[in-house]
């Protein structure tokens, strides 16, 4: 139990279009979602919080109308990375938790990796 | 400033011996530490969870201590095999039930 799952697993674009990344909680209902990027040898750096129905909270340092994410159902979060540029390659990793409590356990999914041209 | 810091020196120990990696950190007071394991190109596992009134977890070969004035947590794999091989992650909360990660250790564990 407990799986979430992303797609794509890979993407390449060209510099100036739009990808979107789609996150997915199969077997259970994830009122809260977060979004990761890693960048090589290095940690996971969490970009935001979304919760399902509201606007997604950001961290400092992340700009929000580049990074637009959308928690439309209890099952979907999606990211979509705007007028990408090369500096944005990186590794983008969902998890989703069943609750709001901060000792929820969280899901990971499997990541997306992200190459811009 | 706070800081989550993992040894970033990899880890390489001969199979069926004890790894210890050390998780340290400063100016947090979390409520509980994870560990995750993540292997090349994948998202990271959960494995285990330590509260900050525990001491000790144990499960199959994995402990994890935590030590809230040393402000260290220590994660033991037993008889170690060549599968654990991977990075370890560890994670705390400051609030809000959000994560925060070190930036792991990698473990090698030769035949």
């Known amino acids: 139990g407990a799986v979430v799952s992303q797609h794509p697993s890979w993407v390449i674009c060209k510099s100036g279009t739009s990808v979107k990344i789609e996150c997915r909680s199969l077997?259970?209902?994830?009122?809260?979602m977060f979004w990761y990027r890693q960048f090589p040898k290095q940690s996971l750096m969490l970009m935001a919080t979304?919760?399902?129905?509201?606007?997604?909270?950001?961290e400092q340092g992340v700009e929000k109308d580049k990074f637009l994410i959308n928690h439309a159902s209890l099952t979907l979060s999606t990211l979509t990375v705007t007028s990408a540029h090369p500096e944005d390659s990186s590794f983008y990793i969902c998890?989703?938790?069943?609750?709001?409590?901060?000792?929820?356990?969280?899901?990971f999914g499997p990541g997306t990796r992200l190459t811009v041209l | 400033s706070q800081k989550i810091e993992q040894n970033s020196e990899a880890l390489n120990i001969q199979e069926g011996k004890t790894a210890t990696l050390t998780c340290n950190y400063t100016?947090?007071?979390?409520?509980?530490l994870q560990w995750y394991r993540q292997d090349p190109g994948r998202g990271p596992v959960f494995l285990l969870l330590?509260?900050?009134?525990?001491k000790e977890k144990r499960k199959e070969r994995l402990k994890v201590t935590f030590d809230t004035t040393l402000k260290q947590s220590l994660f033991h794999i037993t008889a170690s095999q060549p599968a654990d091989s991977a990075t370890y992650l560890c994670?705390?909360?400051?609030?809000?039930?959000?994560?925060?990660f070190g930036q792991g250790t990698e473990l090698s564990v030769k035949p």
């Open positions: 998890s989703a938790t069943p609750g709001t409590s901060g000792l929820d356990t969280q899901y």
């Open positions: 077997d259970f209902q994830a009122t809260t």
């Open positions: 979304s919760n399902e129905g509201s606007k997604a909270t950001y």
């Open positions: 100016n947090y007071s979390p409520a509980y």
């Open positions: 330590i509260r900050e009134n525990e």
């Open positions: 994670a705390l909360d400051p609030a809000g039930g959000k994560l925060i």
